[in-house]
C-alpha cells in the first residue's frame, strides 16, 4: 500500500536545492525529516544534518530515516537554531522549510547560519502561506534582512496557486583576494 503523499513544497524545496552527491546540507526546522530522506537518495559521499527544537519531531525523523543514520548520510539533533555549536563553513547549503525564525529573529539567525556556510554557500528559505498577500509580506522582511547579513539575494522565486510557494535564496560570496602590498 502506497504511503501518504509527499507535500508538494518538500518536493518544490528540493528541486531549488540541486543537490550534488557530495553536498554538506543542514535543514533547520526538519520537521518528521520527509525532506531528509528525499534528500538521502541522492547522496553518495555527502551528508545531511537536520535540527528541530521539538524533541518529538526528531524522534519521528530518526524512525523515518534510520537506514540513512546507519550508513553515516543523516544526524539529526533536537537543538534549536540559537543553540547549535556546529564548526565555522561546516555546511554547503542550508535550508529551511515554513520556519518562522528568520523573520521574527532574523537577525541572529542569519548570522549563525553565515557562520555556518562555507562561501560560495547557499541558503534557502521556503515558505508556504496561506494567502498571496503574505508572500509579499514575508519578501519585504526577507530579502533585506538576508543583505543587512552579508548574502547576495537571488531574485525570490514564486509559484503562484491555491496556496503560494516562496523561495529565497541568499548566497555567500566568495571572499575578493587580498591585493594589498606587504
Ligand atoms: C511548520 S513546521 C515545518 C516542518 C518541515 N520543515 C515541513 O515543512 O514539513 C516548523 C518546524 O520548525 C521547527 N522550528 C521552529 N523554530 C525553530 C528553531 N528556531 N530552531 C529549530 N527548529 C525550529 C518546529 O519545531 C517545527 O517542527
Known amino acids: 500500500m502506497a504511503?501518504?503523499?509527499?507535500?508538494?513544497?518538500?518536493?518544490?524545496?528540493?528541486?531549488?536545492?540541486?543537490?550534488?552527491?557530495?553536498?554538506?546540507?543542514?535543514?533547520?526546522?526538519?520537521?518528521?525529516?520527509?525532506?531528509?530522506?528525499?534528500?538521502c537518495d541522492r547522496l553518495t559521499t555527502g551528508s545531511i544534518t537536520a535540527i528541530d527544537r521539538s524533541p518529538v519531531a526528531i524522534k519521528a525523523a530518526q524512525a523515518r530515516n534510520r537506514d540513512h543514520i546507519a550508513a553515516g548520510r543523516a544526524a539529526f539533533h533536537a537543538l534549536a537554531l540559537a543553540d547549535t555549536n556546529f564548526a565555522k563553513s561546516g555546511f554547503d547549503k542550508i535550508f529551511a522549510v515554513n520556519v518562522n525564525v528568520f523573520w521574527t529573529d532574523g537577525t541572529r539567525?542569519?548570522?549563525?547560519?553565515?557562520?555556518?556556510?562555507?562561501?560560495?554557500?547557499?541558503?534557502?528559505?521556503?515558505?508556504?502561506?496561506?494567502?498571496?498577500?503574505?508572500?509579499?509580506?514575508?519578501?519585504?522582511?526577507?530579502?533585506?534582512?538576508?543583505?543587512?547579513?552579508?548574502?547576495?539575494?537571488?531574485?525570490?522565486?514564486?509559484v503562484e496557486g491555491g496556496t503560494p510557494l516562496l523561495c529565497i535564496s541568499g548566497r555567500i560570496p566568495m571572499t575578493a583576494p587580498d591585493r594589498r602590498q606587504t
Open 109 to 158: 539567525a542569519l548570522a549563525a547560519v553565515r557562520n555556518m556556510l562555507a562561501p560560495p554557500g547557499v541558503l534557502h528559505l521556503v515558505y508556504q502561506p496561506p494567502t498571496a498577500r503574505q508572500l509579499t509580506t514575508l519578501t519585504g522582511k526577507l530579502a533585506p534582512a538576508l543583505a543587512r547579513s552579508g548574502f547576495s539575494v537571488d531574485e525570490p522565486l514564486v
Open 3 to 39: 504511503g501518504p503523499a509527499i507535500p508538494e513544497r518538500l518536493v518544490w524545496t528540493i528541486d531549488q536545492l540541486d543537490v550534488r552527491p557530495t553536498d554538506r546540507l543542514l535543514e533547520i526546522g526538519c520537521g518528521r525529516g520527509i525532506a531528509v530522506s528525499l534528500i
